[in-house]
């Protein structure tokens, strides 16, 4: 249909194939990773974010709320002070340690990206899993009931994200949770066709074949054999989608959607904040731009890795 | 009456836009109790079609199935699906070609086996297990136990056959289907492999459908022998006659220059010149015609009828090869039998 949609048809296609099985596929695809110069460039980038977001009340050197250097501040010449010891990034415009805020924003970003994508996981996989145990169990009112679910799951996918994302803001109001929400929803349809499409990719393999030809029910085929052999896109597409997620909330929350407040900084909010300097204080916009790039590009990296070095189409 | 009687199978594949493929074109042949029938021919002539439409296992759009197939009496083809599926695994069972891929990755091969002893024994927990164990142990898998707890990628390919073998057998069914289980394994191991089969469908007096390329299989195994080409069986016959004269002249290139009974575990079937591509339909004479060094102008003059002999002998074509002939061709064509240190200077030099 689309090109978004191909990618998640290709991706659920990829562990059913015959010449690598299950466990000795995702070795050998492991030992590619560690090879692949990208892919540890992402999971370091990764491992240093989630330490940081985890460690960040201990690592920021202020207090990312306290106005300490306000007085330093001369709006009529745009006079921020920039970097400089003791605020390695310099103070942002209300005179705050950008670096502590940096810092701590890490934190709404892992979590906005966490619990988005969870959201997203766990209702796509039920939507998806249903639709794809039902195709495999019912034969033509499971098909039925496949298809209906399919199209609208269709119809979700190909609306943009951000729009549906800032659609289900306007409806819950804002806050952190809304963000969340609406972030994972967004999500959903993409789970939901990349597990149906993996499930129905393993129906074609030669393990159901031999459960079938010994007998074994439909619904234990589809329940013990195929669910858990349709897993590992999914969470090729769960590493992926954490990049978007964080995007996706940062985007939200630069609108003004989402629940960031003085001492709980976000980089969307911090980037929404520095507009007003753009001019004079350009710097107070990329470092938050940068956090968001960055981190979005380890995930995505090591995704795309993972995508890379399970699709022997994409292998060198 | 025999276990299975196959009559004028016919599997059709019809894809929207495309034309009709008739992969089985008219099977006929008869399994009785106990005895090993081979069904050999050239890759793509529907052996494997042939297996799972008797198992039920294609498909069911797209695809036709027409004729009948008799197991005990009951028509498998027009069974309801839930007795079909009661039947499989416990009255006739299949091993595939290849172990690992048709073992579940992500399970424990001991839940795989015990699957099946729940399903059709009503066995579980700790009887199940133990006879999960005696299965392995019986299909000669060392340490039982702790394979049970294994994965498939753990074992070697002969242990994943043979646990296979373990799960087709737990629960004694009397037909087997075997397609092709050597061919995706070591030549050392493939010679074991066939011996267990051997032992127990003899132990079991289960009767065996071994779908093959091997000669040797052939040559060691079968009883009775079906040659099939292009969806239909061109000649059938028992081992010995069939080996000793073989008629159709297809067959006669296939078994031709290695005209032994005790031919190497391995040889492959001798390819014949030309190409399946080369053939013409059933309706329009014989399909093997363009390919066939023994044709005439009869042969294209409509289906050839099947040709029953007083030896049991039966073979589809209008201008047998005789006796005489047979000699020649394989006289000609005899080889000298490639040796154990010829086969691993090959393998060497492929790696
Ligand atoms: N699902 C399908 N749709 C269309 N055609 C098919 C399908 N399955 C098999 N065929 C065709 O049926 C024919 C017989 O296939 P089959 O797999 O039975 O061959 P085979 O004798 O088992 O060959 P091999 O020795 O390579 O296993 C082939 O020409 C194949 O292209
Ligand atoms: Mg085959």
């Known amino acids: 249909m689309s090109a978004k949609t191909d990618r998640i048809d290709r991706l659920a296609e990829l562990t059913a194939r015959k010449d690598e099985g299950g466990h000795g596929l995702w070795y050998e695809a492991f030992r590619r990773l560690r090879r692949n110069p990208l892919a540890m460039t992402g999971a370091v980038i990764i491992l240093l974010f989630v330490l940081i977001a985890i460690l960040a009340p201990w690592l920021a050197p202020h207090d990312p709320a306290a106005q300490t250097w306000l007085g330093e501040i001369r709006g009529a010449e745009g006079f921020i002070p920039g970097p400089r010891s003791g605020n390695w990034l310099g103070v942002d415009g209300l005179g705050r340690d950008e670096l502590s805020r940096l810092i701590i924003g890490s934190r709404q970003s892992l979590l906005v990206g966490v619990v988005a994508t969870l959201l997203g996981f766990t209702a796509g996989a039920i939507l998806g899993g249903l639709s794809g145990a039902f195709l495999g169990m019912f034969g033509k009112a499971g098909r039925w009931v496949d298809s209906i679910l399919m199209r609208f799951n269709d119809m979700a996918l190909a609306v943009p994200s951000l729009l549906l994302a800032i659609s289900v803001a306007t409806i819950l109001g804002q806050g952190l949770v809304t963000v969340m929400i609406a972030v994972g929803v967004t999500q959903i349809p993409v789970f939901a066709r990349l597990l149906r499409g993996s499930m129905l990719a393993q129906s074609h393999s030669d393990y159901v074949l031999a459960s079938t030809a010994l007998g074994v029910r439909k619904r234990r085929i589809v329940l013990n054999h195929i669910l858990p052999n349709s897993m590992s896109p999914v969470l090729v597409q769960a590493t992926l989608s954490l990049a978007t997620a964080i995007i996706e909330a940062a985007g939200l929350s630069f609108l003004g959607l989402g629940g960031a407040n003085a001492a709980n900084p976000e980089w969307g909010v911090m980037l929404a904040d520095s507009q007003q300097y753009l001019a004079t204080n350009l710097r107070l916009a990329v470092y938050p731009a940068v956090a968001i790039i960055i981190t979005a590009l380890g995930f995505t990296l090591l995704g795309e890795a993972m995508r890379e070095a399970l699709d022997p189409k994409l292998r060198k | ?351």
């Open chain 2, 1 to 351: 009456m025999a276990l299975l009687e196959v009559e004028d199978l016919a599997v059709t594949f019809q894809r929207k836009g495309t034309a009709p493929v008739h992969a089985v074109d008219g099977v006929s042949f008869t399994v009785a109790e106990g005895q090993v029938v081979g069904l050999v021919g050239e890759s793509g002539c529907g052996k494997s079609v042939t297996s799972l439409a008797l198992m039920g296992l294609l498909a069911k759009r797209g695809v036709k199935v027409g004729g009948k197939a008799l197991f005990d009496g009951n028509d498998l083809l027009t069974m309801p699906g839930s007795t079909l599926r009661d039947m499989r695994g416990s009255e006739m069972a299949m091993i595939f070609q290849d172990p690992l891929s048709s073992l579940n990755p992500v399970i424990p091969i001991g839940l795989q086996v015990t699957e099946v002893l729940k399903r059709h024994r009503g066995m579980k927990g700790e009887p199940a297990e133990k006879e999960a164990a005696d299965l392995l142990d019986r299909v000669g898998i060392p340490d039982p136990r702790r394979r049970l707890k294994e994965y498939p990628h753990q074992l070697s390919g002969g242990m994943r056959q043979r646990a296979l073998i373990a799960m087709a057998v737990a629960c004694r069914p009397r037909l087997l289907i075997a397609d092709e289980p050597t061919t995706a394994l070591d030549v050392t191991i493939q010679a074991q492999i066939l011996e267990l089969l051997k032992e127990l469908v003899a132990q079991q007096g289960t009767a065996l459908i071994m779908i093959t390329h091997d000669l040797g299989v052939v040559a060691g195994l079968c009883d009775e022998i079906n040659v099939m080409y292009a969806g239909r069986v061109v000649e059938g016959a028992a081992r010995r006659p069939l080996f000793a004269s073989p008629t159709h002249p297809y067959s006669v290139g296939l078994l031709g220059s290695i005209p032994r009974l005790d031919a190497p575990r391995g040889e492959k079937l001798k390819p014949i010149p030309g190409s399946v591509r080369d053939n013409i339909a059933w309706a329009d004479g014989c399909a093997f015609a363009p390919r066939c060094a023994h044709r005439t102008d009869e042969c294209l003059d409509g289906p050839p009828a099947l040709v029953q002999t007083y030896t049991g002998h039966a073979y589809r074509c209008v201008n047998p090869v005789t006796g005489d002939e047979v000699e020649a061709v394989t006289a000609a064509a005899t080889l000298p039998a490639p040796s154990i240190v010829d086969a691993t200077t090959d393998s060497d030099g492929e790696a």
